[in-house]
Each structure stands twice: as C-alpha cells, then as structure tokens.
C-alpha cells in the first residue's frame, strides 16, 4: 500500500512516521509511505495514480489542506484522502471535497491502524493483475497481461499493448523498472526496453519478435539472460510440478547441484511478501519453497537441501531469531534475515544468532537480489574475504583490514563500506544509501549520510592516503574506486 503524509508539524510527522512502522510491524506487511512538509513539495511530486492513501493536515502554511485536496482531485479523482486536524471544525467542508475518512490529533494508534485496515481490506478485493498510469489522456488502469513492451525514446515511455493501443508518458523507464521486473513475465532485452514473454513469438539472435509482430532489440550483453528468462517462464508451470512430485521422493542423501538451479527455502507467513520476493526469485531461475513458520522450515531443512534460507522475524510460534540458530544446525546454507524490522539492535541480533546478512523489505528488487546471488556463491566458493588492493573486507567478522591493520569501523559505516564495494560499478545517491542503510527511517535530505560518509571517507583516507576507494561523483552521489581488484579466500 502506498501512503502519502503532508504536514508541516515535525512532531506530528514523526510521531505517524513511528505509527506506521508499528503497523507494519503488528500486521507483518510493508508499506511505502512518503512523507511531505508542505502542500507545494507534495503537489510537485504527484502525477497522479501513486498513492493508494492520502494523509493531509488541513490548516498548513500557504495552501491549506483543502485546498490541496482540491488540486489533487484533478490529478486523481480516485486516491483516498484523510484529513488530519486538532479541531472538527472543517469535517464537512473536507467531505466536499470527497474526504474518505477524518481523524483528530493527536493520531492514536487505534483509530489509525482501524482506518489502515479497513483500506488495504478495499484494495485487496478491488485489486487486479494490473496498474495505473497517469498521462494527458487522464489516469488510466493497464493490465499487465494485456501490455506487450514497454519502450523509451527522448524521455517519454510507450506502452504497447494489445490490440495495438499505445499509451504514453513523460517519464524515465527506470521509474517503471522495479514494479515490472519484479515480475517473471518480464525482462529488459536492452536498456530502451522492457519486454511481457508471454507475448513473445521467437527469440533470435539480434531480437525478439511478439506476437503482433513487433521486433524489440537485443542488446549483446541481455542475450543468454533473456533466453535463460523465456525457457524458464515457458516451463514454470512445469518445473513447479516437477518440484512437488520430487519432494515426495527426496533421499535422506543430500545430491550435489552444480549445475542445476539454486533452490532456496523462503520462511514468511504474509502471501503478499511471499509473492513478491518469490516472483524475484524465480525471476532469477531459481526454485522456491514456501514455510510459513519455523516448525514447516525445520522440517523442510532436516530432509531436502537449499542453497539458502530467507527467513522472516515475525512469523507464527518462534520468532525468527530463535528460528535461525536451530536452521544453522541442520543446513549448510547461507540464512538470511528478510525482514520488515529495520532497527540496527535487530540487524545485529539478526547477525549475533547466525545469520549472515540481514535484509529489509523496502530494498529495491535488483539489490535485493544481487545480495542473495553474492552469499550463495561466497557459500558454495567458502568466501568470506575480499581484497581491494590494501583493502580487506572480512564478512564474517565484519571487520576491514588495511594494509594489515584493523580499521576500526562502526556497524553503519562497515555497512555502506560493503555495500559500494559490492556494487563497484554502480553509483549511488544519497537517498539509495539512506534506503538502504536506515530502512524505514523518515528521510532527513541526507544528513546522516554525509555524516557518516564524511567519517569513513577520513578514517579510509588516514589509514590509507594512497587510495581514496570512496569517490564524489559530483551531482550524482558515491561510487567505490578500484584500481586493482583482487580475491581472498576465507578458511
């Protein structure tokens, strides 16, 4: 569910902000929420069709809480919107504006929670396979099964769908990435386009050709990852079976895959998250199965064999943290906390009881991914070190070495280290590292990551001021700087 706040009361927006992290946290389910000072940044940022839920202040600065909801109608005649206000006064002028519900300050938790229930109850039964788009035609709802490819020329993104319609927007195709290659029916063949496989007529060597007759490029680079993608989206039904049948004949002998595909074990009692994180996965090629709490994936782990177990704190019975040290018993595979707790005292619990890395649930697809592709082959290689020139990263010990010396580092600053120096070649603005790092935290226009950039960037420098390793990229954010890369074997 995706929830917009606007308010200008600092202490009203941290205390929603701490309000909804203990929703989630009560209900086991993520939330996107985006928090706003003012009516002006808010209506900036709208173009219509994001928000499933509006949380408005009705006397602010400026442009009052009716008045934005005004201008919001014209955007999105459907989005529910709350006021929120210390006096009732303005409950009937709010209702002329087509107000779904209004609440009293101070926000109580009851009440609050009551209200979220109720709309994510209204979504799940309205909700289709499918989403909205907003453009100069209005807001309009596209299914995913009737949009064929997706393409982006000179900042506008074309969406073709069947039949031969063609919807438009002014927009990167990065701001549709995540929502459609979370999906297994789709697949980037090039960096201009995004592809539905079950629309997909033939696969060549230069293109794919849909159904209707469409050819869409393939970059060089894309080519096996495309194949890969379209053998095992024709053939997902099939192996889903073929993993049924085989649990009932599984030996009490653990055979080797070396080639087969990863099979990891995904321990999460909510359907939504089980979709979503599942979908990745086998995105990916891999074989998933399900235990909604820790008696299923005991059970599961003493008789078949995983690559790596992603494992939920909040599940039925024994949380997960209790869970992992009696997995850690009985599988060889790397555990993962994923989880929707983003306070650092539980990532280190996380990591005190065996788990060897700890992710939450509002990290981005593509890194969520590419931090179990890197445990699960520092698990089958027995990797535990990496070398950076001078520069050594200890994973499990989670300690840095530098030209032999230990650097001492905080559990932040250790944790953005690792992060750039995974992604080399990646570069990373402030807010991505504040996702990734802070979680949930309201975002404070990058305060802490300066903070604590600026204090590993020096400590880096000190110890080592033949090599930076952190780079400024000016206007765009940070990157890690390798001038000779090097492997370590951990024992």
């Given at each position: 569910m995706r929830i917009a706040i606007c308010d200008d009361d600092e202490r009203e927006l941290t205390r929603l902000s701490r309000l909804m992290t203990e929703y989630q946290i009560s209900r086991g389910?993520?939330?996107?929420?985006?928090?706003?000072?003012?009516?002006v940044d808010f209506l900036g940022d709208m173009r219509g069709g994001e928000y499933d839920l509006v949380l408005l202040d009705v006397i602010m600065p400026g442009m009052s809480g009716i008045q934005i909801a005004q201008e919001l109608r014209g955007l999105d005649e459907n989005v529910r919107i709350v006021f929120i206000s210390s006096s009732s006064e303005f409950a009937v002028e709010s209702y002329h504006v087509g107000a779904y519900h209004y609440l009293l300050k101070p926000s109580e938790a009851d009440s609050l929670f009551s209200l979220l229930d109720k709309v994510r109850s209204e979504l799940l039964i309205r909700e289709e396979e499918g989403f909205v788009l907003k453009n100069r035609e209005g807001i309009v709802r596209?299914?995913?099964?009737?949009?064929?490819?997706?393409?982006?020329?000179?900042?506008?993104?074309?969406?073709?769908?069947?039949g031969g319609i063609i919807r438009e927007v002014t927009a990167a195709l990065a701001d549709f990435e995540g929502k459609f290659l979370a999906r297994p029916e789709f697949v980037k063949p090039h960096r201009s386009y995004i592809i539905n496989l079950s629309c997909v007529q033939t696969i060549d060597a230069n293109c794919v050709v849909t159904k209707s007759g469409y050819s869409i490029p393939i970059s060089r680079q894309r080519?096996?990852?495309?194949?890969n993608a379209y053998m095992h989206f024709l053939h997902q039904e099939k192996e889903a079976l073929s993993v049924s049948d085989a649990r009932k004949s599984v030996s009490s002998e653990k055979p080797e895959r070396p080639d087969g595909p990863?099979?990891?074990?995904l321990v999460d009692d909510d359907p939504a998250d089980c979709t979503?994180?599942?979908?990745?996965?086998?995105?990916?090629?891999c074989v998933v199965e399900l235990a909604k709490n820790g008696r299923e994936a005991l059970e599961r782990a003493e008789?078949?064999?995983?690559d790596c177990v992603l494992l939920d704190i909040m599940i039925p019975g024994e949380d997960g943290f209790a869970i992992c040290e009696r997995l850690c018993k009985v599988?060889?595979?790397?555990?993962?906390?994923?989880?929707?707790?983003?306070?650092?005292?539980?990532?280190?619990?996380?990591?005190?009881?065996?788990?060897i890395d700890y992710i939450t649930k509002d990290t981005p697809a593509e890194l969520f991914w590419a931090k179990v592709e890197t445990r699960i082959k520092l698990a089958g290689s027995n990797r535990t070190r990496f070398c950076y020139g001078p520069l050594l990263v200890d994973l499990a010990e989670r300690r840095?070495?530098?030209d032999g010396n230990e650097l001492p580092l905080t559990p932040i600053e250790f944790d953005i280290l690792w992060l750039l120096a995974e992604h080399s070649e990646h570069i990373f603005t402030q807010e991505e590292i504040f996702d990734m790092i802070w979680g949930n935290q309201l975002w404070d226009g990058g305060q802490m990551v300066q903070m604590n950039m600026s204090k590993l960037r020096r400590k880096l420098e000190k110890a080592w001021d033949k090599h930076h390793f952190i780079e400024a990229v000016w206007g765009q954010g940070y990157r890690f700087h390798i001038e000779e890369r090097k492997d370590a074997w951990g024992k």
């Open positions: 389910i993520r939330l996107q929420c985006h928090f706003f000072r003012n009516g596209i299914s995913f099964a009737e949009l064929e490819y997706l393409e982006v020329i000179n900042k506008t993104v074309t969406f073709h769908l069947a080519r096996n990852k495309v194949r990863w099979r990891i074990l979503l994180w599942g979908d990745i996965l086998r995105c990916h090629g008789s078949e064999d995983y599988v060889h595979a790397p555990v993962i906390f994923l989880s929707c707790l983003t306070e650092s005292d539980k990532q280190v619990e996380g990591f005190a009881v065996g788990g840095v070495l530098l």
